[in-house]
Every structure is written in structure tokens, then in C-alpha cells.
Nanobody, 115 residues
Framework: QVQLVESGGGLVQPGGSLRLSCAAS????????MGWYRQAPGKQRDLVAA???????NYADSVKGRFTISRDNAKKTVYLQMNSLKPEDTAVYYC?????????WGRGTQVTVSS
């Protein structure tokens, strides 16, 4: 059973940066496209960034130019570098496979952008 563990969240001021990590335990194929998702209170979980097994990336318009997704297949880890953070980026951030069947969701990591 593969488990996903997200980390790196925290409280940051507007304009600040954070780097999130998502480590997969267990066997997971390096060819899987992975995504970072976020869920704000009272809202649905949305995809914000995705990366293919070969490293091709895509971003939601709301984070394009500010967020960068990357992966280290040897470490079975996916990263999300977040710069120029805004209060509207406040959410719990999760990672998972991009396509079904998805893995069991981890606990996520809370990102709060506030002055």
C-alpha cells in the first residue's frame, strides 16, 4: 500500500515562499503523472500543478508563474516551490496521482498566507 506524506507547509506573509514535499512510501512507478492539489475551507479540492513521468509540467492559471512543480523519481518525492504567495493561496495542499485510480489521500499540509 503506497502512502503519501506531504510536508513543508506553514504560516507565511504575503509575498513569501514555501517549498512543499510529497514523499511516497512503497512501490510507485516513476511513470505516473503526479499532481499537487489544494482545498480551501468550504471549497472543493482543485488541481494546481501537474508533472508527467518525463517532467512535462502544467499549472492552473491562478498559480502560473509563481509555483513550480518538480520530482525526484529516485527519492519518490514530488515538490512544489511556491513563490509570491497570496492570501488566496491559503489551503491544505495534497499530492496524488494525476489520473485514476488515485492513491489514498494523505493528510495534506496546511499553507496559510497572512500578515
Amino acid at each position: 500500500q503506497v502512502q503519501l506524506v506531504e510536508s513543508g507547509g506553514g504560516l507565511v506573509q504575503p509575498g513569501g515562499s514555501l517549498r512543499l514535499s510529497c514523499a511516497a512510501s512503497g512501490s510507485i512507478s516513476a511513470i505516473n503523472a503526479m499532481g499537487w492539489y489544494r482545498q480551501a475551507p468550504g471549497k472543493q479540492r482543485d488541481l494546481v500543478a501537474a508533472i508527467s513521468g518525463g517532467g512535462t509540467t502544467n499549472y492552473a492559471d491562478s498559480v502560473k508563474g509563481r509555483f513550480t512543480i518538480s520530482r525526484d523519481n529516485a527519492k519518490k518525492t514530488v515538490y512544489l516551490q511556491m513563490n509570491s504567495l497570496k492570501p488566496e493561496d491559503t489551503a491544505v495542499y495534497y499530492c496524488n496521482k494525476l489520473l485514476d485510480p488515485r492513491l489514498e489521500w494523505g493528510r495534506g499540509t496546511q499553507v496559510t498566507v497572512s500578515s
